[in-house]
């Protein structure tokens, strides 16, 4: 059951991750000492702990992995076994295994991973050229080629090139969960 000191949800930054609370389960390698966050019905719209959760213990200045990112992880652990990507029931299989649920309890919506997996590729490109390239990151001009490289296109591969305004946005988010993930 969601929030219980046995599976403590995983801390959630926008809009569109408290849309969805994941779970980690007590037996995963995952942090147990995880806050869950439940949206707040106050003015302001932010974020309330839930009385019980424990608070992660981290340095000032450190970042801490969102539920995406640890859907990303799942995601790049599950292509790197597989040679592929995998098809979005089988990302969402492997989170449940993993003790990762969605909203309610049950298994994470097969749509809901399904809006994260272009910025998670476009993500992976970035990060394996800031790794290889002792971490400097690609300028927009790059990127774009890295993306048209690899066959990243809108639209789940049969749209248009993307363009460097398309990239534009994701960097602030590239940035944050690099520095979450890698702790660099």
């Not at 959630?12 to 942090?31: F, L």
């Not at 147990?32 to 106050?42: A, G, L």
Request: net charge negative; hydrophobic share 30%.
């Amino acid at each position: 059951m969601p929030g219980t000191p046995e599976t403590p949800a995983l801390a959630s930054g926008s809009r569109e991750e408290r849309h969805y609370t994941a779970v980690a389960a007590a037996q995963t390698h995952e942090d147990p000492t995880v806050v869950r966050y439940e949206p707040d019905d106050t003015a302001g719209g932010g974020r309330q702990a839930v009385p019980g959760a424990m608070r992660p213990e981290k340095s000032a200045g450190e970042e801490s992995p969102t539920v995406v990112d640890r859907y990303y992880q799942a995601w790049a652990e599950l292509t790197d076994k597989l040679g592929s990507e995998p098809a979005v029931q089988d990302l969402s299989d492997h989170l449940w295994v993993r003790g990762m649920a969605g909203r309610g309890g049950g298994r994470i919506s097969p749509s809901t991973l399904r809006r994260y997996r272009m910025g998670w590729r476009i993500y992976r490109v970035w990060a394996q050229h800031l790794e290889a390239n002792d971490d400097i990151e690609p300028s927009l001009a790059e990127l774009e080629e890295l993306c048209a490289e690899h066959a990243i296109r809108s639209k789940g591969g049969r749209g248009d090139r993307l363009g460097q305004r398309d990239l534009e946005g994701y960097l602030p988010d590239f940035r944050r969960r690099y520095a979450a993930l890698v702790g660099r």
